[in-house]
């Protein structure tokens, strides 16, 4: 993962969304930190995907995104992360499963359109 590819996606912008939606506090209102990260999962197709429902998968993001914030900070680490959290919730298709590396892009677009809305 370059920073190239990265783009706009940054732990301050993460930060700033969480806050937002959380009410103030980046650990802060989840509810409405999911129900905004469930609306990226869904503009992506995620529920064509045949796995876990949005909600579900919009939890476990959260947590990805609230331990960047408040800990790690490095974004290459949150697009690994969510990349393998989608690679197991998303249902296989023929038995097999793509590489983490594969949803990448995934988790980047996932990102990208819950920091702009």
Do not use: C, K, N
């Not at 993001?61 to 490095?74: E, F, M, P, S, T």
Request: charged content about 30%.
């Amino acid at each position: 993962m370059t920073d190239a590819a990265e783009g706009d996606i940054t732990v301050e912008a993460i930060a700033r969304r969480l806050t937002r939606d959380g009410s103030g506090d980046f650990m802060g209102d989840q509810e409405e930190q999911l129900r905004g990260l469930a609306t990226a999962l869904d503009a992506i197709g995620w529920r064509s995907a045949g796995g876990a429902e949005s909600e579900e998968v919009a939890e476990e993001l959260g947590w990805i995104l609230r331990d960047a914030v408040g800990g790690h900070r490095d974004i290459a680490t949150v697009i690994t992360q969510i990349a393998e959290m989608l690679r197991g919730a998303a249902a296989p298709l023929d038995g097999s499963r793509p590489s983490v590396r594969e949803f990448h892009p995934a988790a980047e677009e996932l990102l990208r359109r819950y920091l702009r809305d």
